[in-house]
């Protein structure tokens, strides 16, 4: 079965410091990858997704992220954070043995020191 | 574009009692998703559409818990009883089809008291 993992629960950096959010997934083919946002109390917005060519995709916000298959990584980065940008981020993958749903990541709270 | 429309954004009702939650997904979007996100979790899929038919409810307790999109665009989500464990938020989702990006309403919160 598809699995996602976040390993880092909580990551704390500094307004204006680079930022990378890591996600591993478990899935024999080429994934869909998608990287979501939750800022408290808001429902979840797509930041970028990854269905196949260029490895490195960009996406909203100024966030970037990178497919690689040797590590089976879908890695956020982000060069230099926004006090803006504090919220919870979610790294969800298709699973076609599971009607296309998406399985998803537990999260990644990303908090901003001034 | 309209983005996905939830009602009521916010919910407080008593254990026992009954509740209902309202979506309407982007328009064209035919796989519509009803999640139930509890504080400091990520989202559990309860149903999923695909126009008026379900592709999957396997997490849905249905004891207690019934969703319908009828013509297959707007959705409804039901909790009759509700219990103090259905406190959470309820998102709903669309997409253009299976497989696709999914697009996420606000959420309702609902709490049970």
């Known amino acids: 079965a598809q699995s996602v993992t976040q390993p880092d629960i909580h990551i704390t950096v500094s307004e204006g410091a680079s930022l990378e959010l890591r996600c591993n997934y478990s899935y024999g083919a080429t994934p869909y990858l998608f990287w979501y946002v939750q800022s408290p109390g808001q429902g979840l917005q797509l930041l970028l997704k990854y269905f196949s060519g260029d490895t490195l995709v960009q996406g909203i916000k100024g966030f970037e992220a990178e497919f690689k298959r040797s590590q089976s990584s879908f890695n956020l980065r982000k060069p230099s954070v926004h006090w803006s940008d504090a919220a919870e981020y979610f790294c969800?993958?298709?699973?076609?043995?599971?009607?296309?749903?998406?399985?998803w990541g537990a999260g990644t709270k990303l908090i901003i020191k001034p | 574009e309209a983005g996905v429309a939830q009602s009521p954004r916010y919910k407080i009702i008593e254990k026992r009692q009954s509740v209902a939650f309202w979506c309407n997904p982007i328009?064209?979007?035919?796989?519509l998703y009803w999640y139930q996100q509890i504080l400091g979790q990520g989202p559990k899929l309860l149903i999923q559409?695909?126009?008026?038919?379900?592709?999957?409810d396997s997490q849905l307790p249905k004891d207690r818990f019934s969703a319908e999109r009828l013509k297959g665009v707007d959705s409804t989500l039901k909790i009759q009883p509700a219990k103090l464990e259905d406190s959470a938020v309820y998102l709903c989702a669309s997409s253009l089809a299976l497989g696709q990006e999914q697009y996420f309403g606000p959420g309702t919160r609902l709490t049970v008291t």
């Open positions: 969800a993958v298709v699973s076609p043995t599971s009607n296309y749903q998406l399985i």
């Open positions: 328009s064209g979007h035919a796989t």
């Open positions: 559409f695909q126009n008026n038919g379900v592709v999957d």
